[in-house]
């Protein structure tokens, strides 16, 4: 696979990985140019864990990828995997923390083969401890993490966030610490072990929430669509929909007031400094949405936004696609499957000014690269055809 110039193209990945998680990390690798093989099961007739291979989500999670189907379980299966983790630069895995052991695919066991190997793991909850030995699921993640409990609105009980954001940073996580690893296996010459899981990315995603708790043992609770801290930010009502409105710091709130028409809001008791505004949040959001209603969301974000206040759309995902800056900013990219087609898929996030990512190829077939890539290993097609007799690809 050619990728002449971009970031990543001289390491070589081995793709473990199933569901959300792992592929969100390999993504980030693949989509940068690295040579990702994704290692699958031979098809067994059961529906796989990921779900329909041509639906969108899949189709979105898997470009950029070789496939190669191989038993693991087989002795057969996991020579050729010894052999492939001898010219690999990074393995990544989202298994069960116990199963990796079982098929041989421990850092311990792959170190042994090439020391230079970095294996990357994304569990649940870790690799040990309490709960090392469950198996994990996005939303258990969120609610153990503390996401639910500050999502939603006042007394409506918990709620989980509309994107599996647990998944998506734990992925995320482990995309940066394989960035970690290799750079500094050039100053080593050795690899490790890589490991984040998705309690560890919903802990630490918390943020500026969780160091309330931590330096001022505060609590958070649910805010609803107000910031729990700087007020007035929210959603307000229009006279066509609603808007977002964020107001931070004394300057931004005088500018707010006056482009309201309401420059009496800056002396008003009730709303002087912020923490009178978030002592009377509700009759601040009161009267804000007695101002905004007269007019539409277009006026008031254009209005604000012009003096410098922050104000926006709260876009259904038609509209997001069709907003002018998505769109300039190119985070629709199309893709074109040798049996669906083109359609589209979400592009990365990251600009580089040299060396830009590159969606290159369609998410691969169940195996479509299988007899190539045994190919490169050296297995003559007598050989190749036995595995496929056997069962072992």
Known sequence: M??????????KVLDLTRVRAGPTCVRQLADWGADVIKIEAPPDGKEALGGDRDNSDFQNLHRNKRSLTLNLKSSVGREVFYKLV???????????????????????????????????????????????????????????????????????????????VADLCAGMFAAQGTMLALLEREVSGKGQWVRTSLLEAMVQMLDFQAARYLKEGEVPSQAGNDHPTGIPTGVFPTADGSINIAVAGA???????????????????????????????????????????????????????????PAGPINSMDEVFADPQVKYLEMSVEVDHPRMGKFGVVNQAIKMSRTPSAVRTATPDQGEHTDDILGELGYEESVIAKMHASGVV
């Open 251 to 309: 300057a931004i709130y005088e500018r707010f007031c006056h482009a309201l028409a309401h420059p009496d809001w800056i002396d008003d008791e009730r709303f002087a400094t912020a923490a009178k505004r978030s002592e009377n949040r509700v009759d601040m959001n009161a009267v804000i949405g007695e101002v905004t209603k007269t007019n539409t969301s277009k006026y008031w974000i254009d209005l604000l936004n012009d003096v410098g206040c």
């Open 86 to 164: 001898e010219d690999a630069d990074v393995v990544v895995e989202n298994y069960r923390p116990d199963v990796k052991y079982r098929l041989g695919a421990d850092y311990e066991t792959l170190s042994k083969i090439n020391e230079r190997i970095i294996l990357v793991s994304i569990s649940g909850f870790g690799q040990d401890g309490p709960y090392g030995d469950r198996a994990g699921f996005d939303q258990i993640a969120q609610g153990m993490g503390g996401l639910m409990s500050i999502t939603g609105a006042p007394g409506e009980g918990p709620m989980r966030v509309g994107i599996p």
């Open 2 to 11: 050619l990728r002449p110039g971009m970031p990543l193209s001289r390491f």
